[in-house]
């Protein structure tokens, strides 16, 4: 028998690997399970519509992905303290009619560093959209870390998210300087991306004893990345955050264990080259 799970929402929503981990670990168990991706334009009453209907239907859950991430937030009827402070919700959950937002972002973020055994105590942040939110506050609350210093080319929003995490702003023209002392420098912006510009940072003020996190993972390894890691420092990349942070809804909805592992990174880089090369 088939488990109506859930879908991921989005708009566009056609490159989503979310059903990929899903599936994956379903297949694992043995379990067939249905995991849709849902386009749903941008918009509060089609956003709405979409939930009411999974509901009324009787589905699990959903994720959510951009640009409906605060609309998600909004439209629970419950909130983890941390979805609040981030303003976002990236998983929702459905039990009666009832909805709870999570922000699993922030979890997959912080589970990836901890996973490449990295106990960071001064982080440089670039970036302040949405994914800094959360990144910000994995930092700060999940990991520990009591000196941050966050980085963005709109500097007004920079001075929110270290509002968010209690840290410090320097100038995004200042990155390189702040990288003095830094053991781990996150890429929270949409710089290095496939179709945008890369990263411009100088890293010689990083030591080779620090981290590089880059959240972007198309192309998995990132000018960023091949750079840090050159210079002999640890490189996290971004399917490390997407698949931990699918963790929490495959549980949550299937009451099943859910593992991040070798198997499953390989699934997703196939993905990704099927993606890049048709
Ligand atoms: P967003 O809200 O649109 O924020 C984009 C960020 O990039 C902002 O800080 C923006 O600065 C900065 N930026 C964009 N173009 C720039 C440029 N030319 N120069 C300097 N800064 C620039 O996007 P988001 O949702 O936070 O996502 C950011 C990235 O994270 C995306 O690549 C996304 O795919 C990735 N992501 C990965 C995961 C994962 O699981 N691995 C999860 C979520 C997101 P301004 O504020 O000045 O505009």
Redesign the pocket.
């Given at each position: 028998m088939v488990t109506r799970t859930a879908g991921v929402i989005g708009w566009p929503v056609t490159h989503s690997l979310s059903p990929v981990i899903h599936e994956t670990w379903a297949q694992r168990e043995g379990r067939a399970i249905r995991y849709e991706r849902l386009a749903v334009e941008p918009d509060d009453a089609a956003f709405r519509d979409a939930i009411e209907r999974l509901v009324r239907e009787g589905w699990k859950g959903a994720n959510v992905t951009?640009p409906h991430k605060e609309r998600a937030l909004a439209i629970a009827d419950e909130a983890s303290g941390e979805a609040r402070a981030a303003g976002a919700a990236n998983m929702l959950t459905f039990s009666g009619r009832a909805i709870r937002a999570d922000n699993s972002?922030i979890i997959?973020f912080a589970q990836a560093v901890a996973e490449a055994g990295v106990k960071p105590s001064r982080a440089l942040l670039l970036?302040?959209?949405?994914?800094?939110r959360g990144v910000a506050i994995a930092l700060e609350r999940r990991l520990g870390v009591k000196n941050i210093v966050v980085a963005?080319?709109?500097r007004a929003?920079a001075e929110d998210v270290a509002r968010l995490c209690g840290g410090a702003v320097v100038d995004?023209e200042a990155r390189a300087d702040a990288l003095d002392g830094a053991d781990l420098l996150v890429n929270?912006?949409?710089?290095g991306?496939a179709e945008?510009?890369p990263l411009d940072i100088d890293l010689t003020r990083l030591s080779p004893g620090a981290a590089v996190a880059d959240?972007?993972?198309v192309p998995l390894e990132t000018p960023l990345l091949r750079a840090a890691r050159a210079k002999g420092c640890t490189g996290i990349d971004?399917?490390a955050?997407?698949m931990h942070?699918a963790v929490p809804a495959y549980e949550a909805w299937l009451g099943a264990t859910a593992l991040v592992d070798a198997g499953l990174r390989a699934r997703l880089e196939a993905a990704l080259r099927l993606r890049s090369n048709p």
């Open positions: 951009l972002d997959g970036g302040a959209g949405g994914a800094a963005n080319r709109t929003r995004w929270a912006t949409s710089l991306m945008h510009d959240i972007v993972y971004g399917l955050m997407l942070q």
